[in-house]
């Protein structure tokens, strides 16, 4: 059977996983004393007391006030209000802290299990593990948690998630029959080798699964999705600028009455889409043997970028067990860019989207022409400082190289990659289940020795951009006034 649910139910329930310290006592939804109360209780709860919930930042993207009309909507629908809340389940800290509940709808007789998304820096590294582990240790216990409910009094089973928990609704899907609706918001997809493995699972269990997709966001890009795609308008480009295109509450709109509602977008934004293959592509160019090291790599640079640790960001590019990759990321960046000059163009939207300026990122397209001058660059780090002082470079940009210096080595070690022929050798598009991995190499493309290479600010930017984490590297640059 089908879900009795709306999208727009959907979207609330996996919000009402994000909200913390709210109600009396300040506690979270995701908590164990909620157990046995509806959801319309919760919501009661911190309505009573919503004067004490101001306006500040209560998760990343979303303030108080956004979480007062979530709660208002959530107040307006009856249907949601009575769902039973069965189960909290919380993740031991050392499998990644992750949260999910069940919930039950007495009236349609329906189980509806959700999953949050990524809670810990556990969970983050586990994101990518996928590139190389065929399922990975936390998608396991997500399964293993789910077929320890009770369903016996159920007539409908649906599972749904937003970013990391929209990837483990949809493995669980994948991997139990007995599952018959799944609502993924927002959740990366598989890697090559699940794909491959899971072929019959894939094929027998896909039409169950419905992506409900921002059209800008940056995570439901990742890796091979699976199931029908539905792309929606987002409403949260705005204080946070790309970054919020992934907020839980990214596709919300809200009418005078309070209801929530969505709006269907024609498609995908054609600047993510290019961003998907491109992805694709690096990822199937890895060797299997340097996949881990890849994947750690790129775990510990969207940990960071998440957080906002610009300073940590930099550190995984000047660590010893991370730089190689990060270069051969970011050398492969530039030769698809030059092999496909709309990504040149895409990146360079994305980054005035985020109010970085117009002429500092002309700067770096003319800087970055030649690796000759980059590596110049890179071999002179007190002459290259002073230059910027010179031209009155922000005092926290002068900083942050002073402080990371080896950010000057590792443009160097890009500069070497970048000098390597070596064309791009796949196609960025998503593997079909029984597809072969090589009905996607690419025999288009020409090698060529002078591409553009990415010095210390693209760098971040462009790796920021490939995963979502632009807002994280803002503090690099001079704002537009």
Known sequence: MSSNLSIEQIVLINNLLYCEKFGNPKTDFLSSSNECNSVGQYVESVLANIHFVDDKEYRTGMLGYEFKEIFNAINCDERLKSLVIREIHIEDAEAGGGRSVYLYDPEAKEAIVAFKGTESDAEWVDNVTGLYKVPTDFQQNALAWFQSLTFDDCDTITVTGHSKGGNKAKFITIM????????????????????RKYSNEIIQNSAKIHNINEESDFVNILLNDVGEKQFYLGTNFGRLGFAENHCSNAILFFDDDGKAFVWKADGQDKKMADLDEMLNSFIRACLMTTRVQVADMLGNVIKNAFKGDTDGLADVFCDERYSDSAAKLISY??????????????????????????????????ITGSDIIMEVIGKNKGAMISLLKSNHAPANVIAFLNKHEGLFDFIVLVSKYMRIESPLRFSGKDLQPGQSVWSLRDTSTKSNSKNRLVIIAAAAGALAVVLGTVAAVRALFVKKS
Do not use: H, W
Request: hydrophobic residues 35%; glycine residues 8%; aromatic residues 12%.
């Open 333 to 366: 960046v530039l030769r698809y860019k030059t092999q496909n000059p709309q990504m040149a163009k895409n990146i360079k939207t994305i980054l005035l989207q985020n109010g970085f300026s117009s002429s500092m990122i002309d700067a770096i397209n003319f």
């Open 176 to 195: 139990d029959e007995k599952v018959d609706d799944c609502y993924a918001y927002d959740g990366q997809g598989f890697s090559d080798g699940f794909i």
